[in-house]
């Protein structure tokens, strides 16, 4: 099983900052790695997927690079609605999730 | 525009079976993967399987012994059955469709959710 690692837990950022938030994988996953945001009562929303592909309608200000262990996800000038959980999830055998980074308002 | 929506009890005993359907809009379940997805209350999601846009299904490890994915194309559903459960399978249950990438290839990523639905285990 393929254990995916993000880091920070919290990020405490204020609007129009930079957010970057790191995910890291037990095991080469090669670039196939998503990301999700989710805010309250929400479900997830696909943002980047195979590691640095946005999805249709995701903002330019989400970017995700990386590759093999070693990934991260960028939110250049944060947004008011970018404050949320913010999931990793691979897909290199059978699909599994990070724990989630949270960003909040500082 | 494909649109999901589970449905099903919000609450089943423990030592039986949890029964959900997602319902498919807007495009034919023949023509995607679709999967479920949990999310315990306050915690982090966890991946249950699939069934793909042929019928062949395909299972968490961990869950593989006690589900069951299936569909209904006449009736443009598809289902999960979870037997044995237990309090530890109390969660937010997700249907959700697979990414097709530009080469028409399935992806094990997920494009379209559903709104969720909590299902409590509990007698």
């Known amino acids: 099983e393929t254990v995916l690692t993000q880091s920070p837990v919290t990020l405490s950022l204020s609007p129009g900052e930079t957010a970057t938030l790191s995910c890291r994988a037990s095991h080469s996953v090669n670039n196939f790695l998503a990301w999700y945001q989710q805010k309250p009562g929400q479900a997830p929303r696909l943002l980047i997927y195979?590691?640095?592909n946005r999805a249709a309608g995701i903002p330019a200000r989400f970017s995700g690079s990386g590759s093999g262990t070693d990934f991260t996800l960028t939110i250049s000038s944060l947004e008011p609605e970018d404050f949320a959980v913010y999931y990793c999830q691979q897909r290199n055998n059978w699909p599994s999730f990070g724990g989630g980074t949270r960003v909040e308002i500082k | 525009q494909v649109q999901v929506q589970e449905s099903g009890p919000g609450l089943v005993k423990p030592s039986e079976t949890l029964s959900l359907t997602c319902t498919v809009s807007g495009g034919s379940i023949s023509s995607y993967y679709w999967s479920w997805i949990r999310q315990p209350p306050g915690k982090g999601l966890e991946w249950i399987g699939y069934i793909s846009s042929s019928g062949a299904t395909s299972y968490n490890p961990s869950l593989k012994s006690r589900v069951t994915i299936s569909e209904d194309t006449s009736k443009n559903q598809f289902s999960l059955k979870l037997k044995f459960v237990t309090a530890a399978d109390t969660a937010v249950y997700y249907c959700?469709?697979?990414?097709?990438?530009?080469?028409?290839?399935?992806?094990?990523?997920?494009?379209?959710w559903g709104q969720g639905t909590l299902v409590t285990v509990s007698s």
């Open positions: 195979d590691a640095s």
């Open positions: 959700a469709r697979h990414v097709s990438d530009s080469s028409g290839y399935y992806l094990l990523f997920f494009d379209s």
